[in-house]
């Protein structure tokens, strides 16, 4: 086996370590337990992809056929490797070990871990799933430890933020949601997926004008439970205006009337205003002596607590098989990255072969000097001889090498649709340097 494995490619004593983490890699994947590659390559000490190598030869020779990669149980060997109980919360990394799943699955529900490298993904979805829960995470140095590129693991987090954006666009507020602000209501996007997960298919959803609650004691609660919702003193005068709620008729909601039959005495009235003086004044007091704190607070990332959105109820949070996930509704059905860039480059094509049409039947059949078509030749004048540099430079840039091979194709008849696909080199070879051979 290691004669036919090794042979020839490695030198006395070179082959020994690598066959031996290709052997122990493969050993943990059949029994379905995480053992990254670039961590077997790491302890080693060869290259992760001459690693690689040795794991296909050894499958092959064995005849194994391995499990199915599966990216969260990276997930979770990535987060139980950099966080230690013993430094963090151990109620904090099961949160993030919770909401980070719940997210990996959302990726893997939206095709943005098919055909791509699983721990960028990983890298991403942690450094989101960290900063949501205020734990200072960094791309460098998490890509440094895991042996992947960071610029990678950005395109990743990227990809992460626009789909929430997207998800976004069903709340209320969804339009005024960018990938700029996506983190400070991320926690709203997250509750609504996570409730949306859980909704039943095809369930009917009750709009609030049919649930019957009273708005008058809402915001009753809301304004007298300062602390509990988390607002501060000193914006309540002026978010107060916000909350105002007034009668549908235009009419006060206490009259003169009303006042004159509660009997209220002077002596009650009087103490009454010198208490709400008295707390209003030390409200005041307090405000100024803490702006300075409120001013740092505010400069940083200010959420809720986890626990006041966060429930973890979902089965998103737990390890599903892939038709599970992609059964689950999450706010957002997405086609997969290179099926849209596809489709993309198909139209681009189309719209360059449309083009190349236009510039062939100009030459081919160039119009009449006297009808008065003279647009073209001014440009082309004024590109060669003068005008704006910036117009110029970006005139001499609409025709690019694709098109020349595009016009050469379609002057040797080839049919369009086979020009859209975009195998020029195969259609060049068949069409224009072997056409006169039989």
Known sequence: MVETIT??????????????????????????????????????GCDIFELGQMVNRVVDFLELKLPEFNIVNSFEWVVKTCFNENLMDKEKIERILKQGIFLMQCLVKWYLTTGRRPIPIVVAVLVFVAQLNEVDVRFEDMAKELHVAVHTCKLRYKELLNNLVKVAQALPWGKDITVENIMKNAQFVIQYMELKSMSKHGEKRKSLEHVGFDLDGLVRDCLSKEVEFGMDSYGMENDSQYFE????????????DDLEKLKISHECLS???????????????????????RRKRRMGFDLFECREWWKGKSELSKRLFLKQILEKDVGLNALPPSFVSGCLAYQRRREKIKAAKVRIDKIMCPPNANSGDRDDDLCILECLNGGNKRRRKKMAIVVDWEDFIIETLLLHRVEEEEIEKGHYNTLLDLHVFNSGSV
């Open 245 to 256: 709620v007034e009668d549908p008729t235009g009419s006060p909601g206490w009259s003169i």
């Open 271 to 293: 103490l009454l205003y010198s208490k709400l003086s008295n707390e209003v004044s030390n409200a005041n007091s307090v405000g100024e002596s803490g702006s300075d704190n």
């Open 7 to 44: 042979e020839g490619e490695y030198g006395q004593g070179d082959w020994l370590p690598v066959l031996i983490g290709a052997c122990a890699y493969v050993v943990m994947r059949n029994d379905n337990k995480p053992l990254p590659l670039f961590e077997v390559a790491d302890k080693v």
